[in-house]
């Protein structure tokens, strides 16, 4: 297992991480949080504002397509009767 060290950059502490473990792209913005004594990183997911921002930009579609609606036969239940 790889060890590295903590150094100061600037107010904030920092570490170096190894480039076995390093991400292919350095400019991936990167999560942290606290779990324990342990440092979990990893890569930051897009806010669900972000993810809805990008769905507004899709194009529109022409038109929507109308179905005819499934009709979907009754079942016999499996014996278990949830009345009581």
Known sequence: MPVTRVFR?????AVRIPAELAYD???LELSIHRQG???V???A?????DMVDALRKMPKPPEIEQR???????REGNG?????
Not at 9 to 13: E, K, R, T
Not at 45 to 49: C, G, N, Q, T, V
Not at 80 to 84: C, E, N, P, R
């Open 9 to 13: 950059s600037g107010n904030s502490q």
């Open 45 to 49: 997911r897009p806010s669900l504002r």
């Open 68 to 74: 005819e609606p499934i009709e979907v036969p009754e």
């Open 80 to 84: 278990a009767d949830i009345s009581d």
């Open 37 to 39: 004594d342990m440092l």
């Open 25 to 27: 792209d350095p400019t």
């Open 41 to 43: 990183i990893y890569p």
